[in-house]
């Protein structure tokens, strides 16, 4: 990937969360073929305006900034079970 899009996959980063991580920017992007740095992009675009439309649907204000958390943390496939 060029440098221009090398910066595009760090823009996407932080539309994701994952400029918390300590590979960032270091390595994010670095490694990508084109075709997985628009894979990447596509999903931090989707989640970005994902996250929004949920806060606006539970009440948010217009004018809060909302706060993505990195996506190795944020879904998991199955709520912890409680009951031992």
Known sequence: MSEFQQEL???AAVLKGDNILTSFPGKIGKDM?????KYYMDDAVRRFFEAGRYAKKMGVNEEHIVQM?????????????RNP
């Open 33 to 37: 073929t084109v075709k997985q740095g």
């Open 9 to 11: 996959i760090q823009l």
């Open 69 to 81: 958390k990195p996506s190795l943390t944020t879904r998991s496939s199955k709520s912890p079970n």
